[in-house]
């Protein structure tokens, strides 16, 4: 490492990324090769499909019958189509902010583009603390979600076996993590990924299907689950919640659109917007018919995961959690990459550590270790997707990137971008009041009974 204090490579990170990449000497060129976001530019736009799905289509859509239950059918139906549009359209707007920059500039992370709009020190005050909530809690959320499954698939294939506790699937969860997150950059995981999106159509077509082998239930009610007004309500609130968890996949967009190769003739967002489109169109063969039949099916007695609520034909379902465990293996790694990059960074470029083999492993692996440990000690399923999606998974995913999209490109007042823009601004900033108050009820009703590590 350079030690003398003029190198360009101790001048701050977050002051020296708007300099086009023929500035950057030759010892931050091969930093910015060895960080797990720029390493590589070599994605195709079948890449950014199965990232993107893998992102997108997560533990959340085995939530939707059971939100569908909470929020009623029309009220239901309309947010599920409602958010579909939003989200799709606030992707779009990222894409296209990818290289809004003339020049050869690229944002490859979320927070370098917020620091575009919002000025250096208050982009990364706005953007960085949302993006590790969301990307930490959604890791934590798939850790308690992949020890659930597992120990599901164990149930189902071994019914008269003792019931192993969940802490020890969820440690077998997070020992594939451990191996795992030792690969370097996007593209090294993009196998990884495309099996978790292949799985994750897999067990939502299981999902509906296996619903209609079992038939709509004898007294199937579709009234409001709790008899209380306030009880209403806060279950409407939390499943909003989990409308939104669902959708979320806005915080690794910048960064899979990193791995794109671009050029002045032929930029990234072509490619990246044709994955995006065939994303969303899976993403909307996953949810509508999970959501819809699920909750036809079961009404008000359907469970948090749909999975849980069916228990025949045994093979069938068995397989299922096994498909949600591999999807899940992906999309935990997927949320992880970023975190990892934001670690990596801060330790090499900042606190000047050398670039190396055992500075990832054991960055990484402590990373791996935290979020398990936080799965084992607050195992809260469906709080938990209420209370992260309104929180942190709203404003990255709903109004974020329109308000970043009027700071750059300041359409004109009450035209049809900026009414657009606004209108997604004032739906997601209710998503972020009203989520995370249903999901944080249901996590102290569920605490009651709680008792740690059992």
């Given at each position: 490492?350079?030690e ?52 997108i ?57 917020g ?26 959320v ?16 071994c ?123 899976i993403v ?35 397989m ?50 935290f ?84």
């Amino acid at each position: 490492m350079a030690e003398e204090g003029g190198s360009p490579y101790h001048h701050d990170h977050y002051n020296n990324h708007f300099k086009t990449v023929d500035e950057r000497s030759e010892e931050q060129r091969a930093i910015d090769e060895w960080l797990p976001i720029t390493s590589s530019r070599t994605a195709k736009w079948w890449y950014s499909a199965f990232h993107n799905v893998t992102a997108i289509v997560g533990a959340g859509v085995l939530g939707l019958p059971y939100a569908m239950a909470e929020l009623g059918w029309g009220p239901g139906i309309a947010i599920l189509v409602v958010s579909w549009i939003v989200t799709l359209y606030s992707l779009w707007q990222m894409v296209e902010m990818h290289e809004i920059v003339p020049g050869g500039k690229r944002f490859d992370r979320y927070h370098e583009l917020g620091q575009y709009a919002f000025g250096e020190k208050l982009g990364l005050w706005i953007v960085v603390p949302q993006q590790l909530i969301v990307e930490v809690g959604v890791d934590i959320v798939y850790m308690i979600t992949g020890g659930q499954s597992l120990r599901k698939f164990h149930q189902s294939v071994c019914p008269n076996c003792v019931d192993i506790r969940l802490t020890y699937f969820i440690m077998i969860f997070a020992s594939v993590h451990l191996v795992l997150s030792q690969l370097p950059s996007f593209n090294s995981i993009s196998g990884v990924s495309l099996a978790a999106a292949v799985m994750s159509l897999s067990y939502s077509t299981i999902a509906w299907s296996a619903s209609i082998h079992k038939g709509m239930q004898p007294n199937v009610e579709y009234g409001y689950k709790s008899s209380t007004t306030a009880g209403t309500v806060f279950n409407f609130f939390s499943a909003l919640g989990s409308v939104v968890f669902a959708y979320g996949g806005h915080n690794v967009v910048m960064e899979i659109q990193a791995t794109m190769p671009s050029t002045s003739e032929k930029p990234s967002k072509g490619p990246m917007l044709r994955g995006v489109i065939v994303a969303y169109i899976i993403v909307a063969v996953c949810y509508l018919p999970v959501a819809l039949v699920g909750y036809a099916m079961f009404g008000n007695d359907v469970e948090e995961n749909i999975l849980i609520t069916l228990h025949n034909p045994k093979w069938l379902i068995a397989m299922a959690n096994m498909f949600v465990v591999v999807h899940l293996i992906g999309s935990y790694q997927i949320y992880a990459m970023p975190v990892f990059d934001m670690m990596e960074t801060v330790l090499v470029k900042k606190l000047k550590f050398r670039p190396t083999w055992y500075l990832r492993f054991i960055t990484r692996n402590v990373y791996v270790a935290f979020t398990m440990f936080i799965a084992i000690t607050f195992p809260f399923f469906g709080g938990l997707l209420g209370f992260f999606g309104g929180f942190a998974f709203a404003p990255t995913t709903y109004f974020l990137p329109c308000i970043i999209w009027l700071c750059i490109r300041k359409p004109r007042a009450f035209s049809l971008s900026w009414l657009a823009n606004w209108v997604c601004i004032v739906f997601g900033v209710l998503l972020t009041i009203v989520g995370p108050l249903g999901g944080l009820r249901q996590i102290i009703l569920q605490a009651k009974d709680y008792k740690f590590y059992l």
